[in-house]
């Protein structure tokens, strides 16, 4: 079971931005796809954004392309995620996990961290 502790959210006012990262436990970290996802107040969880293990291929969902960035350092099995020109529906808690499909499907009886509360004020 891979552990994830999330940092690096904060309040910010709208068009400024937060970097978030996620460190993971576990050797494998490496060879594991990762994704960002969100929880916005009374909203179900939605993913966010993917990485790929093997080439850093990237995968946005619609609402962030062009002003959130997912990257990856293996070396300190960190994933991040660089957020830029915030709205204030990006408020959410920040989660990262590993992922099975580049479209955010994670694996079955996959725990979650406490995630990293982000506030966009307008």
């Known amino acids: 079971q891979v552990q994830l502790v999330e940092s690096g959210g904060g309040l910010v006012q709208a068009g400024g931005s937060l970097r978030l990262s996620c460190a993971a436990s576990?050797?494998?970290?490496?060879?594991?796809?990762m994704g960002w996802f969100r929880q916005a107040p009374e909203k179900e969880r939605e993913f966010v954004a993917a990485i790929n293990w093997s080439d850093s291929r990237t995968y946005y969902t619609d609402s962030v392309k062009g002003r959130f960035t997912i990257s990856r350092d293996n070396a300190k099995r960190t994933v991040y995620l660089q957020m830029n020109s915030l709205k204030p529906e990006d408020t959410a808690v920040y989660y990262c996990?590993?992922?099975?499909?580049?479209?955010?499907?994670?694996?079955?009886?996959?725990?979650w961290g406490q995630g990293t509360a982000v506030t966009v004020s307008s």
């Open positions: 576990g050797r494998a970290f490496s060879t594991y796809a």
């Open positions: 996990n590993r992922i099975a499909t580049m479209t955010g499907v994670i694996y079955k009886n996959t725990s």
